[in-house]
C-alpha cells in the first residue's frame, strides 16, 4: 500500500520541500502537495510589481512546472483530522479527502489588518500579487481623478501616497512607488510634480531594524533624497478615508494608505488546535510538531529555533527555503527510521531596494549600500527565479525598464455584462470621494 506525505502550502518552504524530497523518497511513497494557488509568488519582488518594473506574471512560477514527481493538487485545506491520518480540501471539483502518513504545514500567515483602527476599510495590504497589481492600480487611478479634480483639498490628499512600516517590504515599496510616480507624472500635465509625494511612516527609531543601524540611515537617505518624506517614530494611530492620524497627535492627510505591518496567524491554525506562541507554530528543533506525532511545520507559521545561534528564526524567505531542505533530511530520516537533526542555518545575508539603482545590503560581512547593493538584489533573485526562460524574461523586462518609461496602463478587468450593468446603473461610474477600498470593482 502507497504512503503519503502531504505538503500542506506551495510557497517558498513547501515547493522547497518538494523538490528537495521528490527524487530522495524511497519506492512506496507519494508526496502531495496541496496549495489554494496555482503558483509560488516571489514576494520578494511585489515591490517592483507596484513600481511596474516588472509585470504580475513575471513574479509567479506555476508550481506544476517546478515539481516532476509530486502530484499537486489546488485547494484551499478546510480541515485536518489527525487521528484519521486525513484532511479535507476544497477544489475546484469540491471537496476532496486525502490521507496522509505526514502532514508538513507551510501555509505562511496572512495579513493583519486589524492592527490598527481604520486599517481594513481604508488602508490596501501588500502581501499577494493581485494586492501589488491593485495598488498599482490605485495609484494610477489616484493620479488621473488629480487631472479632473479642482478642490485643492481634495487635490492634496489625492497627491500623497502613505506607506506604513519601514521594514523591508515598506521601505522597497516606497522606494518604488516613488520612482513610478516621478516616471508616470509627465504624461499627467495638469498634476505638478510638487503635489504628488510619498510619505513612510515607521514607529521605530531607524528603518529596516534587521539590518545594522548604518544601512537604516543609508535606506533613510536614500529615500530622502528621491522626495520619500521618511517619519520615524510615527505610529498610525487610527486611518479613515481621507488620514492617517498619528499616536501623539497629528495626522498625513492621504487617500491612499499602503500597509506593510502586521501578521496574523493562518486560519488553519485554529482548527489544528496546535501550541502557537508568538502566532506561530512551536516546533522542535527538527521541525516537527510536539506531541503531534507525523505532523512537521515550517516557513513563516512556525516558530523555529536556530540551532547556529540560539535565535529565533527570522520569517524571510532565505529561512523557509533552508527549513525547508533541513526538513527533507529529517523526513527521509523518519521514514527509514533514523535519527533527525536539528535546524541550524547561518543567514547569508540581507539585502533591500530603496528604488531604481539604489539599495542595501549586509552579505558575508560586508555592508554596501547604493548602486552596487541594487545590483547585488537583482543579480540575486534573478539566480532564485526558476527555469531559464522566466529568468531571461525579467531580465528583458528589468532592461527595458531601465531604457524605457514604465507602463502606466490603468487595466480595468471589465467584463462586458459589467459594462452593460455600469450603463444602465443610476450610479456613477467613478464615484467621488470619500475614497475607500469600496471603490474595488473600479480599480481591480
Ligand atoms: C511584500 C513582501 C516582501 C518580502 N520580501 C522579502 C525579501 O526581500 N526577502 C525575504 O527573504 N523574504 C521576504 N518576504 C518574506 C517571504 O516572502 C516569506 O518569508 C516566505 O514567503 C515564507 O515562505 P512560506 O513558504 O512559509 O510561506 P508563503 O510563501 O507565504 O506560502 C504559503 C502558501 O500557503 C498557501 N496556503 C495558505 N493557506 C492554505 C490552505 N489552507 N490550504 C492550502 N494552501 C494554503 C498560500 O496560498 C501560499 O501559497 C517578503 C514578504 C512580503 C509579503
Redesign the pocket.
Known sequence: MRRHIVI???????TALARALERRLPAGWQITL????SY??F??L??EVVGAAVFPEQVVVPIRQMLARCRFVM????AVDRQAGTLR?DTLAGALELPFDHLVL????RADLDLVPGLAEHALP??LVGDAMFIRNRVLQRVARMELESDAQRRRQLGRFVVIGGG??GV??AGALADFLRGALRFYPRVSPDEVGVTLLHDGERLLPELPASLGKAAASSLMQRGVDVRLGARAAAVNAAEVQLTGGGGVETATVVC?IGTRA???VEQLRLPLQRGRIAVAPDLSVPEAPGLWA????ALVRNAADGSFCP??????VAQARALAGNLLAAVERRPTCAFGHRSRG???TTGHLKGVAQVAGLRLSGLPAWLLWRAWYLLLMPTWGRKLRIWVEWTWSMCFSADITHLRFTRTHEVDAEQASPQPAFPALPLSTEEKVHAA
Not at 507551510?106 to 500567515?109: D, E, I, S, V, W
Open positions: 500542506v502550502g506551495g510557497g517558498f518552504g513547501g496541496v496549495s489554494e494557488e509560488t509568488t514576494n520578494p511585489l515591490a485547494g484551499r485545506v478546510t480540501a507551510a501555509f505562511g500567515t501588500l502581501k523591508f517590504s522597497e515599496v506593510t493562518n486560519p488553519l515550517l516557513g513563516d507559521c520569517p524571510t524567505a532565505q529561512f523557509a540581507t539585502m533591500a
